[in-house]
Protein backbone atom coordinates (compact mmCIF):
# COMPACT_ATOMS: atom_id res chain seq x y z
CA UNK A 1 0.00 0.00 0.00
CA UNK A 2 0.90 3.41 -0.96
CA UNK A 3 2.10 6.01 1.81
CA UNK A 4 0.14 9.27 1.51
CA UNK A 5 1.36 12.51 2.06
CA UNK A 6 -0.55 15.82 2.16
CA UNK A 7 1.66 17.74 -0.19
CA UNK A 8 4.76 17.22 -2.55
CA UNK A 9 6.81 19.74 -1.30
CA UNK A 10 8.84 20.19 2.18
CA UNK A 11 9.05 23.00 4.43
CA UNK A 12 10.74 25.43 2.44
CA UNK A 13 8.43 25.22 -0.63
CA UNK A 14 10.65 23.18 -2.83
CA UNK A 15 10.58 19.55 -3.88
CA UNK A 16 13.36 17.41 -2.67
CA UNK A 17 13.79 13.96 -3.91
CA UNK A 18 13.57 12.16 -0.81
CA UNK A 19 9.77 13.16 -0.75
CA UNK A 20 9.65 12.35 -4.52
CA UNK A 21 10.07 8.25 -4.06
CA UNK A 22 7.95 6.07 -2.64
CA UNK A 23 5.61 8.29 -1.21
CA UNK A 24 2.22 9.04 -3.16
CA UNK A 25 0.83 12.54 -3.16
CA UNK A 26 -2.73 12.42 -2.62
CA UNK A 27 -4.43 15.54 -4.80
CA UNK A 28 -6.75 17.17 -3.21
CA UNK A 29 -9.45 16.73 -5.49
CA UNK A 30 -9.63 12.91 -5.13
CA UNK A 31 -11.83 10.40 -6.94
CA UNK A 32 -12.67 13.33 -9.71
CA UNK A 33 -14.83 15.50 -7.54
CA UNK A 34 -13.25 18.42 -9.16
CA UNK A 35 -10.49 17.78 -11.55
CA UNK A 36 -12.76 15.37 -13.51
CA UNK A 37 -15.06 18.90 -14.35
CA UNK A 38 -12.78 21.43 -14.76
CA UNK A 39 -10.28 19.56 -17.09
CA UNK A 40 -13.68 18.24 -18.75
CA UNK A 41 -14.71 21.77 -19.82
CA UNK A 42 -11.31 22.61 -20.61
CA UNK A 43 -11.34 19.99 -23.45
CA UNK A 44 -15.05 20.86 -24.25
CA UNK A 45 -13.75 24.59 -25.31
CA UNK A 46 -11.03 23.38 -26.93
CA UNK A 47 -12.58 21.22 -29.05
CA UNK A 48 -15.99 23.28 -29.66
CA UNK A 49 -13.28 26.07 -30.63
CA UNK A 50 -11.52 23.71 -33.35
CA UNK A 51 -15.24 22.94 -34.66
CA UNK A 52 -15.32 19.41 -33.46
CA UNK A 53 -18.24 17.51 -33.81
CA UNK A 54 -20.57 16.75 -30.70
CA UNK A 55 -19.04 12.92 -31.40
CA UNK A 56 -15.85 15.23 -31.11
CA UNK A 57 -16.09 16.99 -28.15
CA UNK A 58 -17.95 14.11 -26.25
CA UNK A 59 -14.73 12.15 -26.64
CA UNK A 60 -12.86 14.79 -25.63
CA UNK A 61 -13.98 16.11 -22.66
CA UNK A 62 -13.92 12.24 -21.77
CA UNK A 63 -10.21 12.08 -22.29
CA UNK A 64 -8.86 15.03 -20.20
CA UNK A 65 -11.54 14.52 -17.57
CA UNK A 66 -10.48 10.79 -16.72
CA UNK A 67 -7.26 10.54 -18.40
CA UNK A 68 -5.20 11.78 -15.38
CA UNK A 69 -6.61 9.71 -13.30
CA UNK A 70 -6.16 6.57 -15.17
CA UNK A 71 -2.57 7.19 -15.75
CA UNK A 72 -1.94 7.82 -11.93
CA UNK A 73 -4.19 4.94 -11.30
CA UNK A 74 -1.93 2.70 -14.01
CA UNK A 75 1.19 3.72 -11.98
CA UNK A 76 0.41 2.72 -8.70
CA UNK A 77 -0.61 -0.36 -10.39
CA UNK A 78 -4.36 -0.22 -9.34
CA UNK A 79 -7.53 -0.90 -11.09
CA UNK A 80 -8.60 2.71 -12.77
CA UNK A 81 -11.31 4.47 -10.97
CA UNK A 82 -12.72 4.95 -14.55
CA UNK A 83 -13.33 0.86 -14.45
CA UNK A 84 -14.37 0.37 -10.81
CA UNK A 85 -17.45 2.97 -11.67
CA UNK A 86 -18.75 3.87 -15.25
CA UNK A 87 -20.31 7.16 -13.98
CA UNK A 88 -17.18 8.60 -13.67
CA UNK A 89 -16.47 9.07 -17.46
CA UNK A 90 -20.50 9.11 -18.48
CA UNK A 91 -20.66 12.49 -15.98
CA UNK A 92 -17.34 13.68 -18.38
CA UNK A 93 -19.07 12.91 -21.62
CA UNK A 94 -22.20 14.38 -20.71
CA UNK A 95 -20.20 17.64 -19.60
CA UNK A 96 -18.95 17.55 -22.92
CA UNK A 97 -22.76 17.77 -24.38
CA UNK A 98 -23.86 20.42 -22.63
CA UNK A 99 -20.83 22.64 -22.93
CA UNK A 100 -21.41 21.68 -26.94
CA UNK A 101 -24.94 22.43 -27.13
CA UNK A 102 -24.41 25.95 -24.71
CA UNK A 103 -22.03 26.59 -27.38
CA UNK A 104 -24.21 26.70 -30.28
CA UNK A 105 -27.04 28.25 -28.17
CA UNK A 106 -24.49 30.93 -27.58
CA UNK A 107 -24.32 30.50 -23.54
CA UNK A 108 -20.74 29.53 -23.31
CA UNK A 109 -19.70 32.83 -22.09
CA UNK A 110 -18.45 34.32 -18.30
CA UNK A 111 -21.93 33.01 -16.93
CA UNK A 112 -22.65 29.67 -18.90
CA UNK A 113 -18.86 27.84 -17.55
CA UNK A 114 -19.36 28.87 -14.24
CA UNK A 115 -22.52 27.40 -13.93
CA UNK A 116 -21.55 24.04 -15.74
CA UNK A 117 -18.27 23.63 -13.13
CA UNK A 118 -20.78 24.03 -10.44
CA UNK A 119 -23.46 22.10 -11.79
CA UNK A 120 -20.92 19.16 -12.66
CA UNK A 121 -19.52 19.18 -9.02
CA UNK A 122 -22.75 19.13 -7.16
CA UNK A 123 -23.50 16.30 -9.66
CA UNK A 124 -20.66 14.29 -8.87
CA UNK A 125 -20.43 14.94 -5.05
CA UNK A 126 -24.45 13.58 -5.33
CA UNK A 127 -22.99 11.02 -7.43
CA UNK A 128 -20.31 9.80 -4.90
CA UNK A 129 -22.61 10.39 -1.88
CA UNK A 130 -25.12 8.44 -2.62
CA UNK A 131 -23.07 5.93 -4.50
CA UNK A 132 -24.37 5.84 -7.82
CA UNK A 133 -22.75 3.87 -10.94
CA UNK A 134 -23.96 1.95 -14.05
CA UNK A 135 -25.07 -1.15 -13.89
CA UNK A 136 -22.30 -3.95 -14.13
CA UNK A 137 -22.39 -6.69 -16.74
CA UNK A 138 -22.95 -9.10 -14.41
CA UNK A 139 -26.33 -7.03 -13.16
CA UNK A 140 -28.19 -8.02 -16.46
CA UNK A 141 -27.28 -12.15 -15.96
CA UNK A 142 -30.04 -12.97 -13.68
Known sequence: MPKVAPTACDSTGSVSLQTLYGVYYKCP????????????????????????TVFGVMMVAFS?????GILRDVLLNEVPWLLRTGL???ISMGIGLLY?????AG???IIGVPILLLSGVLFRMLAYKKSWH???LGDFND
Do not use: W
Open 100 to 104: FLMSR
Open 88 to 90: YGT
Open 29 to 52: CERGLTCEVDKTIVGSITSVQKDY
Open 64 to 68: NGVGG
Open 107 to 109: FDG
Open 134 to 136: LPA
